[in-house]
């Protein structure tokens, strides 16, 4: 078991658990920002990327969330009920893990200050020559539309986190939230099931095939860690919300044949939405713990989900970034759309040749199977106009159009206000 003693002392101030000054300095730093006592945002690489239209991450790539428009928090920044080896956060920072309600600081003050934070963070891309002012305005005067709570730390250990959740699906901005969690904490996870207090998708995050290998790999604070992953992955079939299992493959740790098999036969019980086949990365404190040659290649992950699915009969391989060396697996019969599209649509906008690409992936996510199969790129370049974009194709634009506008119509309704 990890040895709790080697870990910082729990720290209080006017107690409420808090970061002590010298780790806040430490993460300020290293560009995080801390939010009332505990709590902390950073700006995603693919955050700034999307904003200089150079890309965006997987998840906007896979599920349609908007990149720029994402608040990548951690209600419980620096406190974990495990630690992974392949953790690129200052996990030799982080506390023991009993924390009180009374002790931390309500759901508002966390968002408030994460909205205004971020601004402030992102507020200097407005003198960047290669911005793309569309998006920047958006970011400035529209409030996060997606909320990754996975930044630092395990958010379920933050015990009013269904307040949290429940007070950001109540603001009719937020199109989605992500919850990543090490499905330690199943008390917290029963509460969010019964306050209806689900996020839009609830990742698991698990890279060990056994107990054994759990132990070497996750280094549990639980004693009953196993039994807990367990029953986690147990609920996720019929839990009421998407699910997603993110498996990191670590070269030489757990890429054997026989954690193949022993993850297919973990995933094949729990029947999540989505499996996520992750390459480890060679970043951050991780550098302290393994090597380079431990990240695998695109490649690599790709012929590891393969072999995968050969004991997965109920997946399939249903897309990729190579960029992020993941490939995405998903459950045959899952009813779920791959894009997520809560709060599409409104308001409704007028699509014309100067309408651009970023407008009609956000506003109109359904369409954006139909703008790929039209060899539009809906991750780069999304901020050129659609009468710019046929030009570099060598299409039709008012073709393009009218493919576009029928769809909205047919998928949206007539009066687009659907
Ligand atoms: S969803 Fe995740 S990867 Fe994408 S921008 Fe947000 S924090 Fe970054």
Redesign the pocket.
């Known amino acids: 078991m990890v040895d709790i003693e080697r870990r910082l002392p729990d720290y209080y101030k006017d107690g409420k658990i808090s970061i002590p000054e010298n780790i806040k300095q430490r993460l300020e730093n290293m560009q995080y920002r801390i939010l009332g006592n505990h709590s902390a945002i950073e700006i995603?690489?693919?955050?700034k990327k999307?904003l200089l239209d150079e890309g965006?991450?997987?998840?906007?790539r896979f599920y349609g969330?908007d990149?720029?428009m994402?608040?990548?928090i951690g209600p419980t920044a620096m406190w974990c009920s495990n630690n992974c080896i392949y953790c690129w956060r200052p996990m030799e920072f982080m506390k023991a893990i009993k924390i009180k309600e009374g002790q931390v600081d309500d759901p508002g003050i966390i968002i408030n200050e994460a909205v205004e934070q971020r601004r402030l963070l992102l507020i200097g891309f407005k003198g960047n020559e290669k911005v793309c002012m569309e998006k920047m305005n958006q970011v400035l005067n529209e409030f996060p539309n997606?909320w990754?709570i996975?930044?630092s730390g395990e958010p379920m250990l933050y015990p009013k986190l269904p307040g949290l959740v429940k007070q950001l699906k109540s603001n009719k901005d937020v199109r989605s939230i992500?919850i990543v969690t090490n499905g330690q904490e199943i008390e917290m996870l029963d509460k969010l099931v019964k306050q209806d207090a689900l996020p839009t998708q609830l990742y698991v995050s698990i890279s060990a095939s056994n107990k054994e290998e759990y132990k070497k790999i996750h280094r549990p604070v639980h004693k009953d860690y196993w039994e807990r992953i367990n029953h986690t992955l147990s609920l996720l079939e019929n839990i009421g919300t998407r699910t997603v299992i993110r498996l990191t493959v670590i070269k030489g740790l757990n890429d054997k044949n026989e954690h193949i098999k022993e993850f297919a036969q973990l995933f094949k019980s729990s029947r999540p939405d989505f499996i996520e086949v992750k390459a480890y990365m060679y970043l951050g404190y991780s550098m302290n713990r393994l090597k380079y040659n431990n990240m695998p290649t695109h490649e690599e992950i790709k012929m590891y989900a393969r072999k995968l699915l050969e004991h997965l009969e109920d997946y399939h391989l249903e897309d990729e970034q190579p960029e992020?060396r993941i490939v995405l697996l998903k459950r045959n019969d899952s009813n779920v759309h791959n894009i997520i599209t809560f709060h599409d649509n409104l308001p409704p906008v007028e699509i014309n040749e100067n309408t651009s690409i970023n407008t009609i992936r956000s506003k109109y996510r359904r369409t954006i199977p139909l703008l790929r199969s039209m060899g539009i790129n809906t991750e780069k370049n999304t901020c050129r106009s659609l009468k710019q974009i046929a030009l570099e194709l060598g299409l039709d634009v008012g073709r393009i159009i009218e493919k576009i506008n029928s769809f909205i119509e047919e998928n949206y309704g007539k009066n687009r206000g659907a």
Not at 44 to 47: D, E, L, N, V
Not at 56 to 60: G, L, M, R, T
Request: with cysteine.
């Open positions: 995603c690489h693919w955050t999307a965006a991450c997987y998840k906007q969330v990149a720029h994402c608040a990548q997606h990754a996975s930044l992500f992020s």
